[in-house]
Structures are given as C-alpha cells and as structure tokens.
C-alpha cells in the first residue's frame, strides 16, 4: 500500500509498536512513540490506520486531517470465537470493548476501506446504526462510495519464484513425490482443522503418500494468544496416528518473503472453517496465497472466497463438517492429475485481478482528491454521531496494559463494574461534565 502511493505522493510507514525490521528507498519507515505520532499527524494530510490506533490514542479523534480506516478485519466478529474458554464474563467484555473501539473508528473516519463487498454492507449497518447514513452524506454521494469502498488484501504483481526446496524432501516423512495438502497459515479458533484432519485420515487409504503440512503454529505477534483449537488438532493428529506420517505441524511460523517456496511445493491449498458468523465477513489472505501460486483450492462454503471457487471453478468447495465431502474433494483433485491442471489454470487467471495495483486503485483515486467526510464537518449532524454510545475505556500507555485494567474490574465486580466505568467515561466526555481529557498520558 505504501509502495504504491508513495509514486504519488510522500509517505511514510510506522508501526506504533515494535521491532521494525522493514526498509525502502522510497518511503520511511519505523517506529513512532508519543509525541512523534503529534509530530506525523501535523505532518500529513492523510493518515491511513487500522486496529486499536485510534483507540490508544484517543487524541486523534479530535484531528483536522483526513482519516482512512481500514476496516477489513470485524474485530468483534473474532471476538465471538477467540473469546471462547475465557469465561462468560471476560468474553461478554472482550466483545463489547472490541465494538466499541471499531464504532470509535466508524464515529470519526472521513473513508472507510472493506475487505469485500459482503463486508461493506455489514459496515454499511453499522454506520447507519451510530448515524453516519444522513443526509448530508447522501446528498454528497447517494452510493455512499465516496465514504466506504472495498480495497481488499492484494497479491505480488510479480510471479512467485521458487527458490530453495522447503517441504518435499525437506520436512522429515515428506517425500520428494508425496502429494502435499497446505494449510497455510495459523490455526485459529474460528477455523476446523478437525474435519481436515478426519478426511486426511480417510483418504490416506485411498492415497498413501498424501501428506497434509500446517505452514504455523506460533504466531510471531506476541500479542495474539495461543489458540484452543491448535491445541485440539494437534491432539486430534495424535489420536488418529497422523502425526509426523500424514500430518505436520510447523511449530514455528514461516517468514514472510519465504512462504512462496512452500506454496509452490503444494498440489492443493487448503482453507476449512466453521458455520458461524465470523466466517461471513472474513477475507482469508491465505488463499490470496494459493491465488498467487497457481494452486487448486478445497474450502469449506460460505465466505467470499468460497464463492469465488464455485463461480470460477477453481477447485471445490464443501459444507461445513462434512468429512465425506472434504475427503472427496481432495481424492479428486490428488488423482485426476487433468483435472488439477485445468484448475492451475483458472486460477493463475483469477489472480491478476487481485494484484495490489488493481485492489488499491479506490484508495489511490481517493488520496488523489482527499476530502473530509462533509457530516464530520456540519457541527449539528456531527453532534449526533455516535452520541448514544458509551465510550470504550481509555488505554493509559497501550491497549494490553488497558485490557489488562478491564479485565481487572471483571475480576472485582464483574461485567456491571466495567459498564460503569465505561459510563463514567462516557459522562465526563461530555461538554461541561468533568476534567477535560489528558492528552499527555499518550
């Protein structure tokens, strides 16, 4: 994203958190504290965030420049899931403050990016429900795209190159010939190892050197805690006998700019996931990466990319936990080795429409002629925005060290102890209640 628009314009790339390993010749990048966030914010005119950003640092609500949310990810929605196993209170919590921080962002955007087109129109509801569907918005644009469009995760313009072997051969009980199925990426929560590991252990006996690789266990950010259902996959392997001969979990997490060499080592990509809401909305960029190297893909039905499969034919997709249906796909696309090829084909041509040029050109189009949001502007319909909801609790240094304060009241006294404190903040925002706000402690 910064790449492309720094042929544009001047850009600059900064984490608020660290280590930052990255550089370029044609932008900066780093990390900013503090005051060096005032000091990029008086910088620019256009400032492009996601995440907890404007949460942690709650000053930026009140600045005059540009504001780009990237919405792609419904944290909320995630929420439901990864909250599962810490407690009905705690996850009650987890939910509300997650909603809170993105109608935060929804309350103070001036232009909203989706991952897709379903996922717009649930963005869509949530800013009407906080009141940013108005008149004054729909008479500067009654398509609402000048305010939120969809710029969904890109691909590499540039082919995948494989530049050393990384599985066959490689990974100990992979041969150099083994068929190898590619869960590429984390486990987490919301997904169904489960089922994929049940129609491993069937097709094993139609197929014998079927070998099925998760590319990560551990995330590399600290941050995201370890997953429930990684642990009952592996334990699942274990009962099954598929450990180490026809399932293998990489502990680690593969980096980055090496992921390619496993990609292109894999005869099917491979995305299975629950029946629920998150599924819905959610963008899976895993399979972006199968796009980008060419693999048939076997998914489960129901989310964008689900569609695309069906409507493209790139591979199969199937209901949620059925085992029969997953075993046979991945049987048809292992033994028909023409059928596979046709596939490869399509896919390689869906691709070239997900390329980073072509999936942010909204965005580009949209900094070459910025604009605030004009109901952020008109002082009567801005003071209606949001204005029933309470506030989530302010971070005092980071998000963690916030959490770990809500948490803490739900440990004193429970969820009825947070909403009144979420209260209490909320009152003394408002004009005339209270202290004004300390800016400093950010």
Request: charged share 25%; glycine share 6%.
């Amino acid at each position: 994203m910064a790449r492309i628009l720094a042929s544009e314009h001047d850009v600059q790339l900064v984490s608020t958190v660290g280590p930052c390993e990255l550089t370029s010749d044609h932008f900066r990048i780093g990390i900013v504290r503090g005051d060096d966030l005032r000091a990029l914010e008086m910088w620019c005119e256009i400032l492009i965030f996601q995440g907890t950003v404007l949460y942690e640092h709650e000053w930026l609500k009140e600045s005059e420049k540009v504001l780009v949310a990237d919405i792609y990810n419904p944290m909320q929605l995630e929420a439901l899931e990864q909250s599962k196993g810490r407690g009905e209170e705690r996850r009650r919590a987890d939910v509300l403050v997650n909603s809170l921080i993105l109608n935060e962002q929804l309350a103070r955007g001036d232009f909203f990016m989706a991952a897709s087109p379903k996922q717009r129109s649930f963005w869509l509801g949530s800013l009407a429900a906080i009141g940013r569907v108005n008149p004054v918005v729909y008479d500067w644009d009654p398509s609402l795209e000048r305010l939120i469009t969809v710029v969904p995760f890109g691909l590499p313009e540039k082919p995948p190159v494989h530049r050393h072997p990384a599985l066959k051969g490689v990974v100990p009980g992979i041969g150099p010939d083994d068929r190898v199925i590619l869960w590429g990426g984390g486990i987490y929560n919301w997904f169904d190892p489960l089922t994929l590991l049940r129609a491993v252990d069937r097709l094993r006996h139609r197929i014998p050197d079927v070998r099925l690789y998760f590319l990560g266990l551990r995330h590399p950010n600290p941050a995201v805690p370890a997953m429930r259902m990684a642990a009952d996959a592996y334990a699942l392997s274990d009962r099954l006998g598929l450990t180490g001969t026809h399932a293998f979990f990489n502990e680690d997490w593969v980096p980055y700019d090496d992921r390619e060499n496993y990609l292109l080592e894999a005869d099917i990509g491979v995305s299975t996931h629950l029946d629920h809401l998150e599924t819905a909305f959610s963008f899976r960029t895993r399979i972006l990466d199968y796009l980008w190297c060419g693999i048939p893909i076997v998914t489960t039905r129901g989310d964008f990319f689900a569609e695309l499969v069906d409507r493209e034919q790139l591979g199969y997709t199937v209901a949620a936990e059925d085992v029969e249906a997953l075993e046979q796909a991945l049987f048809q696309l292992l033994d028909d080795r023409e059928l596979a090829a046709e596939c490869r084909m399509r896919v390689d041509e869906v691709a070239r429409r997900f390329t980073w040029p072509e999936v942010l050109q909204p965005l580009v189009d949209f900094c070459r002629h910025p604009s605030r949001a004009p109901d952020l502007l008109d002082p009567v319909v801005a003071a209606t925005i949001g204005a029933h909801l309470p506030a989530p609790p302010r971070p005092p240094v980071g998000v963690i060290d916030n959490l770990q304060i809500m948490l803490n009241h739900l440990d004193e006294g429970g969820v009825r102890l947070v909403a009144s404190k979420m209260i209490s903040r909320a009152r003394h925002a408002l004009p005339g209640r209270g202290p004004a706000r300390d800016n400093g402690r950010h």
